[in-house]
């Protein structure tokens, strides 16, 4: 072997290395967002629906690990949150219901620390024979969700009472997302899917699409390669469209898009008059078949930290402490127009630290969060005399 071959040989090796020696020393001490790290912090809670963007994965426990908490959920056999229930409503027993997305689910607290669960404590404590069921992500993540979860499966539990969790960012801007593939005749959604999200075979709820970081079969693993574009991407993105031609659909981008300050801004509401429209005829809908079903519905309002913490709430560009609670009177004004009842949690939240009631970096409530809704909804149910009458059949 020429001198010319060994040293190129050497060369080569001595690259290769370099990258092993980078890529073992940024693993150990400063590790990337890599592929596996991403589908790792994606619990395996999921399963696919024929009806819904997804459902729980039942009889499964399953782990949500992210900087600021870490904790188990127990899934039960029948697609629930927390401990095991009988199809069959027990007799002389108040049956709840709540819906709603990851804040109704409970993200970033454990099973006994959700809303539901605490709710369930407050008012057994009192002395009430009542049961609740966590339907949080069994019942998806968006209104239009909600509505054909309770039609087609939430109210064979025959349930005393739905509550219904809305939060006023993503609950909006979510039916943006979805699109209903098949409706009945009045135009309500009969099967719901995602344009952005689908659930893999291991139960994590992922992108249609990997992130462009990830389109890179040999490199969505490495380290130092992540580390390169976190100061790189747009070189990379070029680069990744240049040989994918359908590269710019980026589901990770387009999401992202979708939630931003407009939801709150007066002024910038006609851009969500789609989701608007849904959030009307669904909600609409929903309080129709509760009421014909016999079935009370409370809309429970759960604000953002932003809205809540005066010193956050102008952090977005453009928006002022004013005009962050425009998206709770409109929908306020819908509720009361159809005689449903709700709670808006803002001005409770307001008197507390939110530091105390949200994570710093994660959107969601600590415990202290579920543990003060939980006594705001106690407290409505037992002034309010059309919810005060239903613990009656508890207590004859």
């Not at 130092?224 to 976190?230: E, P, R």
């Amino acid at each position: 072997m020429s001198w010319q071959w060994r040293f190129l040989l050497i060369s080569i090796l001595s690259i290769m290395a370099a990258i092993a020696t980078g890529e073992m020393v940024l693993a150990k001490f400063h590790p990337q967002e890599t592929l596996n790290f991403d589908i790792g912090q994606s619990p395996a809670c999921f399963a696919k629906s024929d009806l819904l963007p997804f459902e729980l994965k039942k009889d499964t426990t399953c782990y949500f690990r992210q900087e600021e908490f870490s904790h188990s959920v127990r899934i039960n056999s029948q697609g629930f949150r927390g401990k095991e229930l009988e199809k069959e409503k027990p007799a002389e027993t108040l049956r709840i219901l709540t819906v709603g997305d990851s804040f109704t689910f409970g993200h970033g607290v454990s099973d006994e620390q959700t809303y539901s669960a605490v709710l369930e404590n407050i008012l057994r404590d009192q002395g009430e024979n009542v049961e609740i069921i966590n339907g949080g992500y069994a019942s998806g993540f968006s209104p239009d969700s909600y509505y054909l979860f309770l039609k087609e499966k939430g109210l064979a539990l025959k349930p005393d009472l739905v509550v219904m969790g809305f939060f006023v960012w993503n609950d909006i801007s979510d039916l943006a997302e979805t699109q209903w593939v098949d409706v009945d005749t009045g135009g309500l959604p009969k099967r719901i899917e995602s344009r952005l999200r689908t659930v893999d075979n291991f139960g994590h709820l992922q992108f249609v699409k990997p992130r462009k970081r990830f389109q890179i079969p040999i490199l969505r693993n490495s380290h130092l390669f992540q580390l390169i574009y976190s100061y790189k991407s747009s070189f990379f993105d070029r680069l990744i469209t240049g040989f994918d031609k359908n590269s710019n659909f980026d589901p990770e981008k387009e999401a992202t898009s979708i939630y931003d300050e407009c939801i709150f801004i007066e002024s910038c509401f006609p851009k969500y008059e789609n989701e608007w429209q849904k959030v009307r005829k669904v909600i609409g809908a929903t309080g129709d078949l509760l009421n014909k079903n016999g079935t009370k519905f409370l809309v429970l309002i759960i604000p953002t930290k932003e809205q809540a913490a005066e010193s956050l709430c102008c952090g977005w560009e453009k928006l002022t402490e004013g005009e962050t609670t425009g998206v709770n009177k409109k929908l306020e004004e819908f509720l009361t127009s159809k005689n449903i009842a709700f709670i808006d949690l803002l001005d409770k939240f307001k008197d507390v630290d939110s530091s105390k009631l949200y994570f710093d970096y994660d959107a969601h409530w600590k415990t202290a969060g579920h543990d003060l809704a939980a006594h705001i909804i106690a407290d409505f149910l037992k002034e309010k005399p059309d919810y005060r009458n239903l613990f009656s059949k508890t207590n004859p």
